[in-house]
């Protein structure tokens, strides 16, 4: 089992940036692929990106491309989601997983989120 707790998410300002970390525990995730999603109020949950075990592959949905960086670090067993230039329509909770299949897969490990406010 792996347990996973993100933080980081808060209030902040359109344009401005927020960095979210997830802190797992139980088992290394050295082996796993990381993964974050997130779900908007009143929307359906959705991918955001993903990172190889080994940092090698990193993948973006195209509503983040160019403004959202994941990074991981093995040996303190956290993976990082740098976002910049944030929207309105960011506002979400933002949920970190760690699996063995793909990077979008959903059949993974699952935190319990972090909330993150955009405002105008």
């Known amino acids: 089992q792996v347990q996973l707790v993100e933080s980081g998410g808060g209030l902040v300002q359109a344009g401005g940036s927020l960095r979210v970390s997830c802190v797992a525990s139980?088992?290394?995730?050295?082996?796993?692929?990381m993964g974050w999603f997130r779900q908007a109020p009143g929307k359906e949950r959705e991918f955001v990106g993903g990172?190889?075990?080994?940092?090698?592959?990193?993948i973006y949905a195209d509503s983040v491309k160019g403004r959202f960086t994941i990074s991981r670090d093995n040996a303190k067993n956290t993976v990082y989601l740098q976002m910049d230039s944030l929207k309105p329509k960011d506002t979400a909770v933002y949920y970190c997983?760690?699996?063995?299949?793909?990077?979008?897969?959903?059949?993974?490990?699952w935190g319990q989120g972090t909330k993150v406010t955009v405002s105008t």
């Open positions: 139980g088992r290394s995730i050295s082996t796993y692929a």
């Open positions: 990172i190889t075990w080994n940092g090698v592959r990193i």
């Open positions: 997983t760690a699996g063995t299949g793909g990077l979008k897969d959903e059949n993974a490990f």
